[in-house]
């Protein structure tokens, strides 16, 4: 029986300005390449260059990224012997930025709605040139919302601490506070909101 089912759609964003050079080794290329246009092997002279030797420069087209731009999640359940589905739409947008491109692909703000017209919206921000690591995240319910963040130590992925706030507490406060690291970048001491100071043990190599 049936319990869940989703549906994804997607969109084309912009993720750079220019394509990508990329060197493929000539002993990988096969194939008769008689009849092919100059389109279909992305350099002119098919898979020749000009000095007749075989063409191992491409060029990668990643101007656009296919992006997921809505999902459709419909969950099943019995409710007294009948059954009844919930629906989940979830939309997604993106921010484009010439000087991170990186963080183009990953999602800058989720709206949900369900099918009961109950409505959530999430934004995020991530660390500048780390476009993969979180660094703020915003969620909105009705006239509720919560707010975490991390702030990193300058020029650097390594968190110093995390914090959150609520319709509830505007200010922010210390959730975790990294006081030491390694020379490996491993935390080796961390407070949480009693200030008690948690000593981490890393094994190195057994």
């Known amino acids: ?6 549906k994804n759609t997607y969109k084309k964003i912009p993720a750079w300005y220019h394509t990508t050079e990329i060197d493929i080794p000539y002993k990988r290329i096969s194939g008769n390449t008689q009849g092919l246009s100059p389109t279909e092997v992305f350099l002119w002279n098919n898979y020749y260059q000009n000095s007749g030797d075989p063409q191992t420069t491409y060029y990668l087209d990643c101007e656009y990224y296919a992006a997921l731009d809505k999902e459709t999640t419909t969950t099943y359940y019995d409710v007294d012997g009948r059954r009844d589905a919930l629906t989940t739409e979830k939309k997604y947008d993106y921010q484009f930025d010439y000087l991170t491109p990186g963080g ?13 017209n109950t409505t959530m919206t999430d934004s995020l921000d ?9 660094a703020r995240h915003k ?21 110093q601490k995390v914090q959150s706030r609520t319709d509830k507490t505007p200010i922010f406060r210390d959730e975790i506070i990294y006081n030491k690291y390694d020379s490996y970048g491993n935390p080796t001491e961390i407070m949480g909101k009693d200030n008690t100071p948690i000593t981490i043990l890393w094994g190195y190599g057994g």
Do not use: M
């Open 104 to 116: 183009s692909l990953s999602p800058r703000r989720i709206e949900s709605t369900n099918s009961d």
């Open 1 to 6: 029986q049936l319990v869940l089912s989703q």
């Open 126 to 134: 991530y660390l500048p040139n780390y476009p993969g690591i979180l």
């Open 139 to 159: 969620h909105i319910e009705g006239s509720s919302w919560k707010e975490s963040r991390i702030l990193f130590a300058s020029g650097s992925c390594l968190p």
